[in-house]
């Protein structure tokens, strides 16, 4: 970062590849899900490394976020893997954007419940694993009904299964372009 390279660059070209290969690793059999999941906290530890406390920024941003967008993040039900999210609701913060973060394993029922008490202008769901694409595109499906004005952007390796479940987000460093403006 020293030398110029953007946050959506560091995500993309660095932790996802490392993140990935993590995942091909797990899955050859040559770590084990707690060897996965270490991995994981370990990268979590380094993206909070680079961004500023939310203690420090907390009087600011409730000043800042009554005429920001408002963007909302989950992993759909049944995915434990919220890495990537988390790197997406850095950027969208970075782009000014006051994200909402869920996190992983977010029961449909319940993302409709925060979409409707949050009224975000973006709701951006997750799946890493492709046997997810159909809870991903029932989730987008509900989202757009439930909040005809928001734009659904969806990400990880379920995205790309989808027929119409929302626009996919094939990078990281491609999310600010996608994401409305207000």
Not at 49 to 58: D, K, Y
Request: overall charge negative.
């Amino acid at each position: 970062m020293r030398e110029g390279m953007s946050v959506p660059e560091l995500y993309e070209q660095v932790i996802a590849p490392a993140m990935h290969e993590i995942g091909a690793l797990w899955e050859r059999g040559a770590l084990t899900v707690a060897d996965e999941h270490r991995a994981t906290e370990v990268t979590n530890r380094v993206l909070a490394a680079l961004r500023p406390s939310p203690a420090i920024e907390v009087g600011m941003e409730r000043a800042r976020a009554e005429t920001r967008s408002r963007a909302l993040l989950a992993a759909v039900e049944g995915e434990r893997h919220a890495l990537g999210l988390r790197m997406a609701a850095d950027i969208l913060e970075d782009n000014g954007f006051e994200t909402i973060y869920l996190g992983a394993d977010v029961p449909t029922d319940a993302l409709l419940q925060a979409v409707a008490v949050t009224e975000p202008d973006l709701v951006v769901l997750g799946a890493t694993m492709p046997e997810l694409a159909p809870r991903l595109e029932e989730a987008a499906a509900a989202v757009r009904k439930s909040r005809s004005g928001a734009e659904v952007l969806v990400g990880g390796q379920a995205a790309s299964l989808l027929g119409d479940g929302g626009t996919p987000v094939q990078s990281l460093e491609l999310l600010p372009a996608l994401a409305p403006r207000p």
